[in-house]
């Protein structure tokens, strides 16, 4: 890796992928285990996907779809999620472990029946892959994806379009590590890193942990945020508000 060019970690869905038609699939076949499979959940469609950024984990999918089911309004679930979702875990009595198995076993039955319909409700961020690509080849920045999404999905999707990404590179769910940590173990490598994730969240927790003040944090305005989120970021002195435009350009032109 060229010296002057930082170690580049990338966030997968909300960054390189728009996995909304998926995610909400995949959240009816779940909601279909957890309650039934009597009820047309398309109605909810669009309301969740305007929702999905208040989801942090996969296991939140189906309570996010309860919670519209069951009246809650999205104004009251976009400014009080939190509260919200743990209310609904206890009257329902789920257990979050069981609820991400319940995910991803639905994905993983969806993907051994008809592999091609799954991979088809995924779409891609114009530009990305072919931005990867030309990395990939030239072999600078490093890249490293650091992901909540199931490392074996990410690399099935990025294999279909063709995309060789080294799967060795991929830290996804199964790590059972929060970002942050994935972030340090390749701090043990590199002087530099950036990471560009879509969720402010995930950036706050990382800017608010002393030892990794090395690493620049980037916010995709692309991905899975509000304008309030974007706004958020670009009044903070750690976070860097990054357009899909300007991750098309050389990467020494994104400061």
């Known amino acids: 890796m060229a010296p002057d060019l930082p170690l580049l970690a990338l966030d997968f869905d909300g960054v390189i992928c728009d996995g909304l038609l998926e995610y909400f699939q995949t959240t009816c076949r779940a909601y279909s285990v957890l309650w039934g499979k009597s009820l047309d959940l398309s109605p909810w469609e669009a309301e969740f996907c305007r929702l999905r950024p208040v989801i942090e984990s996969g296991w939140e999918m189906p309570i996010l779809l309860r ?54 409700l995924h779409r891609f961020y114009p530009g990305v892959l072919d931005r990867l690509r030309t990395w990939l080849a030239a072999d600078t920045p490093e890249l490293w994806i650091i992901s909540t999404k199931e490392g074996r999905f990410i690399d099935q999707l990025l294999r279909q379009q063709g995309l060789n990404f080294p799967r060795a590179h991929i830290f996804g769910k199964e790590v059972k590590r929060p970002k942050a940590d994935s972030l340090r173990q390749l701090l043990f490598q590199t002087p530099q890193a950036w990471f560009i994730e ?56 994104w400061c």
């Open 198 to 253: 879509d969720r402010l969240s995930t950036l706050e927790n990382i800017a608010d942990q002393p030892d990794l003040r090395i690493v620049k944090l980037f916010l995709a305005d692309w991905g899975y945020n509000t304008a309030a989120m974007r706004e958020t970021a670009q009044h903070h002195d750690r976070f860097q508000l990054l357009s899909l435009d300007q991750f098309h350009q050389d990467i020494s032109q």
């Open 67 to 120: 919670a519209l089911v069951t009246g809650v309004s999205g104004d009251a679930i976009a400014d009080h999620w939190a509260p919200i979702r743990n209310e609904i875990v206890k009257a329902e009595e789920c257990d979050r472990i069981h609820l991400a198995t319940v995910v991803d076993h639905v994905r993983d039955q969806w993907m051994q029946t008809d592999l091609d319909g799954w991979l088809a």
